[in-house]
C-alpha cells in the first residue's frame, strides 16, 4: 500500500531503524549531544541563524497552540487569517484565548492578499500579531508568505509574524530570517518523514522576548523550552526515540540540502497536476502549495474514487468540512511520493472508468 | 548497558519492532480497529470496566495538566498533596490556573496519611477535588492509594480523586473502579515499557460529566479525546507508531496478565532491597513504591557511585531538587529491570570501595 495522504507521510526505512535504536536517559551527556545535533539539524531546516529552535512533544495543533498561548496574552489584538480547518482552528483558539482583534475569513481554497491583510491591520487599534496558515492542508492552498511578511513589516515592524508551517517547511521553499518571520512550527509527519507526536518550533529574538518565565512545570509554555534548550536539553521527558527519528531525517535533509528535497516535491506536485489537467481535471485551490494536491475529477464521485485507488494500492485522502465528498488529496512530500509514484497514480486515475 | 532509571525504561526489542511498523493513514477503518483493541487494552491495564480510556501525545507532565485544566475550574477548591518534585509541579499549575484550596506539603520521602488529609479538607468550604501522587518518581514515595481513597469518599462523596499514577500504574497494583477514583494517568516510558510522547488515562462518568465541551481544535481539554474515542477515533493526528508500541505493551501484559507483572516488579524491587540493607544502605521515603528505590549507602559519595556504576554499565539516576547529589535512585519496571538484574547491581555495589 503506497500512502499517499498528506499527513501521515510514509516513513523511510532509515527513519524507522533510528526510531527502534535503544532509548538513552535524558538527563545525561549523551543526550545533549544527540540534542545538539538535532537543534543545529533544525537550524538548517527552518532557514534561521539567529533564531532559537527546539522541539515539543505535541501534534500540529498542540505545537501551534503552545506557540500561540506563549507568545499572546488576554485581551492583545491578533489577526487571524484563516481559509481551511487548520487556521480555522487558529482563530477558535484565539477566541478561547480571549485575544482581542480580527478574523480574515476567506473561502476554503482562496488566499489572502497582502492589501487584504494590511486593510485589516489598518482597522486594528494595537495589532500585536498575526497567525499565517503558510500552506491550510485541508485545501493546499498556499500564502505568499514572503511577499506578506515583507509588506507587514514595512508598515508594522512590531508585528509578531506566525506561521503555521506544518505541512510546508521541509516541503518547500521557507526562509525563517530571511522573510523576518518570529516564530514557526514543523510537524513530525509531513515533510520530516517521521511519526506524528514531535514539532518543532522557531523563534526569532524579538518573539523570545516575548515569553514570560513560569514554573518549571508548566509544559504549555514555551518559556521553559527555551532555557533548556540552550543547555541542548530539554524540561520534561523527551520522545528520546521520535528524536532519533528526527536525527535521522535532518541528517538525510542536510546531506541531500534542502534546495533538492523542495525540487523533488515541486517536481511529483507538477507531474501530478498536469496530468489531471490533461484528464479535465480541477484544482481546488486558486494557488497551490507544493506539498499536496486537491482535486477533484469532472464526473467522479469523489468518495468512490478514492476507495477504487486504495483497492488498487494508493491510499490517498478525501476533503475534511465542507469539502467533504467532494475532492481528493494526494501528498508530495517525502521520498515516497515521487514524480514516478505519481505517473502511477495517474495511470489508475486515467484508467477509472467515467 | 542497563537502563535502570525510574523513567525511561529499556524498551524490549518486540516494542521496539511493533513501534517501526509503517504508519496506516488515521482517519480509516484500519486505524480505529487497532485503536478499539488499545482502549480495550486499556481498560484492562487501569482495571476499569465503566470508566472511559483514552491516549494522549504528552509526557507525564503534559498529560496530568490536561487532566487537571479539563477536571477543574479557576476559583474552585482543590487540595494538592505535595512530597517531591512532580507534586509540587500539580500544586504549580494549580495556581497558575487560578485554584482556590489547599497544598498538603510533606518532606520529600515522607507520605501524607488519610488523617492529615481528611483534616485539610474539613478546613475547606468546598472542596471540589484532590491531586494525589501515587508514586512520587523523584523519591518512590507511595500513597496508601486504597486506603486514602476509600476515606475520601465516605466524608466527602463528590470529591474527584485525581490519580498522577506515572510510575505506578503497569508496575504495581491500581484499580481504577475498586478504588474509586475519578481520573488517572500514566505514561509510556515507565511500566509500559515505551518510548515517552505518549499517555493514557481513565475517567469515571463522574468525571467525564466534569468536561465542558470546547472547540474541535482544543487539544489541552480532554472533551473532544472523550467524544472520538467513543468512536474508536482521535481528534488531532495520532502518534500512530507510539501507538503500535502501546498495543505491543498491552498485549504483552494481558498475556501475562497484571499481578505476574506487578509480582515480577515487587521481586526485583525485594531483591534489591534486602540486599542493600544487609550493606548497611538506607532507603528514603517511609514507605517505598514497587517500581523503584531512592536509597543511599553509608559512606558513599552518591555522584560518584553513579559514575562507577555507569562505567560498569549499570545506569541509575540520581536524586532530583534538595536530594541532588544525595541519593540513588534505581528502577524495578519492565522485564529488563529484574531480580536477576538487580542481584547483578547489588554485586557491583558490594564490591565498590567504601
Same mark, same amino acid.
Given at each position: 500500500?503506497?500512502?499517499?495522504?498528506?499527513?501521515?507521510?510514509?516513513?523511510?526505512?532509515?527513519?524507522?531503524?533510528?526510531?527502534?535504536?535503544?532509548?538513552?536517559?535524558?538527563?545525561?551527556?549523551?543526550?545533549?549531544?544527540?540534542?545538539?545535533?538535532?537543534?543545529?539539524?533544525?537550524?538548517?531546516?527552518?532557514?534561521?541563524?539567529?533564531?532559537?529552535?527546539?522541539?515539543?512533544?505535541?501534534?500540529?495543533?498542540?505545537?501551534?497552540?503552545?506557540?500561540?498561548?506563549?507568545?499572546?496574552?488576554?485581551?492583545?489584538?491578533?489577526?487571524?487569517?484563516?481559509?481551511?480547518?487548520?487556521?480555522?482552528?487558529?482563530?477558535?483558539?484565539?477566541?478561547?484565548?480571549?485575544?482581542?482583534?480580527?478574523?480574515?475569513?476567506?473561502?476554503?481554497?482562496?488566499?489572502?492578499?497582502?492589501?487584504?491583510?494590511?486593510?485589516?491591520?489598518?482597522?486594528?487599534?494595537?495589532?500585536?500579531?498575526?497567525?499565517?496558515?503558510?500552506?491550510?492542508?485541508?485545501?493546499?492552498?498556499?500564502?505568499?508568505?514572503?511577499?506578506?511578511?515583507? !509588506? *507587514?513589516?514595512?508598515?508594522?515592524?512590531?508585528? &509578531?509574524? =506566525?506561521?503555521?508551517?506544518? #505541512?510546508?517547511? /521541509? +516541503?518547500?521553499? $521557507?526562509?525563517?530570517?530571511?522573510?523576518?518571520?518570529?516564530?514557526?512550527?514543523?510537524?513530525?509527519?509531513?515533510?520530516?518523514?517521521?511519526?506524528?507526536?514531535?514539532?518543532?518550533?522557531?523563534?526569532?529574538?524579538?518573539?523570545?522576548?516575548?515569553?514570560?518565565?513560569?514554573?518549571?512545570?508548566?509544559?504549555?509554555?514555551?518559556?521553559?523550552?527555551?532555557?533548556?534548550?540552550?543547555?541542548?536539553?530539554?524540561?520534561?521527558?523527551?520522545?528520546?526515540?521520535?528524536?532519533?527519528?528526527?536525527?535521522? !531525517? *535532518?541528517?538525510?535533509?542536510?546531506?541531500?540540502? &534542502?534546495? =533538492?528535497?523542495?525540487?523533488? #516535491?515541486?517536481? /511529483? +506536485?507538477?507531474? $501530478?497536476?498536469?496530468?489531471?489537467?490533461?484528464?479535465?481535471?480541477?484544482?481546488?485551490?486558486?494557488?497551490?502549495?507544493?506539498?499536496?494536491?486537491?482535486?477533484?475529477?469532472?464526473?467522479?464521485?469523489?468518495?468512490?474514487?478514492?476507495?477504487?485507488?486504495?483497492?488498487?494500492?494508493?491510499?490517498?485522502?478525501?476533503?475534511?468540512?465542507?469539502?467533504?465528498?467532494?475532492?481528493?488529496?494526494?501528498?508530495?512530500?517525502?521520498?515516497?511520493?515521487?514524480?514516478?509514484?505519481?505517473?502511477?497514480?495517474? !495511470?489508475?486515475?486515467?484508467?477509472?472508468?467515467?
Amino acid at each position: 500500500m503506497k500512502i499517499l495522504t498528506p499527513g501521515p507521510v510514509p516513513i523511510p526505512d532509515f527513519v524507522r531503524e533510528a526510531i527502534s535504536q535503544a532509548v538513552i536517559p535524558h538527563r545525561s551527556a549523551e543526550f545533549e549531544e544527540m540534542y545538539a545535533e538535532i537543534l543545529s539539524g533544525l537550524k538548517y531546516l527552518f532557514q534561521t541563524e539567529k533564531g532559537k529552535v527546539g522541539t515539543l512533544i505535541a501534534s500540529g495543533t498542540g505545537g501551534m497552540e503552545i506557540l500561540m498561548h506563549s507568545l499572546f496574552r488576554p485581551t492583545e489584538e491578533v489577526l487571524i487569517v484563516s481559509n481551511g480547518k487548520f487556521s480555522q482552528r487558529w482563530a477558535d483558539y484565539g477566541k478561547m484565548e480571549n485575544w482581542e482583534g480580527k478574523i480574515l475569513e476567506k473561502e476554503w481554497g482562496k488566499i489572502a492578499d497582502k492589501e487584504e491583510i494590511l486593510a485589516q491591520l489598518h482597522q486594528m487599534a494595537a495589532p500585536r500579531g498575526i497567525v499565517l496558515t503558510h500552506c491550510e492542508t485541508s485545501t493546499g492552498a498556499l500564502l505568499d508568505l514572503e511577499e506578506i511578511a515583507f !509588506a *507587514l513589516k514595512s508598515q508594522f515592524p512590531d508585528l &509578531l509574524i =506566525v506561521v503555521d508551517g506544518v #505541512t510546508s517547511i /521541509a +516541503a518547500q521553499a $521557507f526562509y525563517f530570517d530571511d522573510w523576518h518571520i518570529d516564530a514557526a512550527l514543523v510537524a513530525g509527519q509531513k515533510g520530516l518523514m517521521n511519526p506524528a507526536g514531535l514539532a518543532a518550533y522557531a523563534l526569532s529574538e524579538v518573539a523570545c522576548d516575548r515569553l514570560q518565565p513560569t514554573f518549571a512545570g508548566d509544559f504549555h509554555n514555551l518559556y521553559n523550552y527555551v532555557q533548556w534548550a540552550a543547555r541542548n536539553s530539554y524540561p520534561f521527558t523527551p520522545a528520546v526515540n521520535l528524536l532519533y527519528g528526527l536525527q535521522a !531525517a *535532518l541528517r538525510y535533509i542536510q546531506a541531500s540540502s &534542502l534546495p =533538492v528535497i523542495w525540487n523533488s #516535491t515541486q517536481r /511529483a +506536485a507538477r507531474v $501530478f497536476r498536469a496530468g489531471i489537467r490533461e484528464m479535465g481535471g480541477k484544482m481546488l485551490p486558486d494557488v497551490a502549495a507544493e506539498s499536496l494536491t486537491a482535486f477533484s475529477l469532472p464526473g467522479c464521485d469523489s468518495q468512490a474514487l478514492l476507495a477504487a485507488l486504495k483497492a488498487q494500492g494508493f491510499w490517498l485522502s478525501g476533503g475534511q468540512g465542507p469539502l467533504k465528498g467532494k475532492i481528493l488529496r494526494i501528498s508530495h512530500m517525502g521520498p515516497q511520493a515521487d514524480a514516478a509514484v505519481m505517473e502511477e497514480v495517474l !495511470a489508475a486515475l486515467r484508467a477509472y472508468p467515467r
